[in-house]
DNA sequence: GCCAACGTTGGC
DNA sequence: GCCAACGTTGGC
């Protein structure tokens, strides 16, 4: 696998976590992803040091938040061996753990946040896997031009 | 292994 | 709150 830097857009709805309560933890558990293909990009191939756009969902100001990191190799899941998580994972064990996560950590808070109205006028973000129609994964792999031309937006 | 039913996501 | 898209579940 390539040891080049890699970049990643991860969700999250800011009533449950926002960038603001990253950067009060500085780093943090990307707990509760339950989805295959998200967890498979967290176990596969996120790296220590790749970069991450941090998405606010589902919330008054919809839009990207601010940077981080992947600060961890991958490791199981906590929630998933919690009764009473909401993420509890009755067929996972610890012999045999389902759902993988990496550790965040907080880079930076955008002075604003980067509307997905705005990422939807430039041109150059036309195949940021967010924008297509019907995507709902959590966790999108974004290329580093992609990357850099959404932190050019930023102000 | 198919596929209908159901649940969730997430923008609006 | 609506609804389209899509993943998961479970009966067959």
């Given at each position: 696998m390539s040891k080049q830097k890699r970049y990643w857009l991860m969700k999250s709805e800011p009533v449950s976590y926002s960038i603001e309560h990253l950067k009060r933890d500085v780093v943090t558990p990307w707990s509760g992803i339950r989805n295959y293909q998200s967890r498979n990009f967290m176990r596969d191939e996120m790296r220590k040091g790749d970069g991450v756009l941090f998405y606010h969902s589902s919330?008054?100001?919809?839009?990207v938040a601010g940077t981080a990191e992947v600060a961890s190799t991958p490791y199981p899941d906590a929630t998933q061996f919690d009764r009473k998580s909401d993420y509890y994972d009755p067929k996972a064990t610890k012999e045999h753990p389902r759902w993988m996560l990496v550790d965040v950590r907080f880079v930076k808070q955008f002075k604003q946040v980067i509307p997905l109205t705005a990422l939807r006028r430039e041109n150059s973000l036309r195949n940021l896997m967010i924008l297509r129609p019907g995507n709902r994964l959590s966790i999108t792999p974004v290329t580093r031009e992609e990357f850099r031309t959404i932190l050019s937006l930023a102000s």
């Open positions: 919330c008054r100001e919809v839009g």
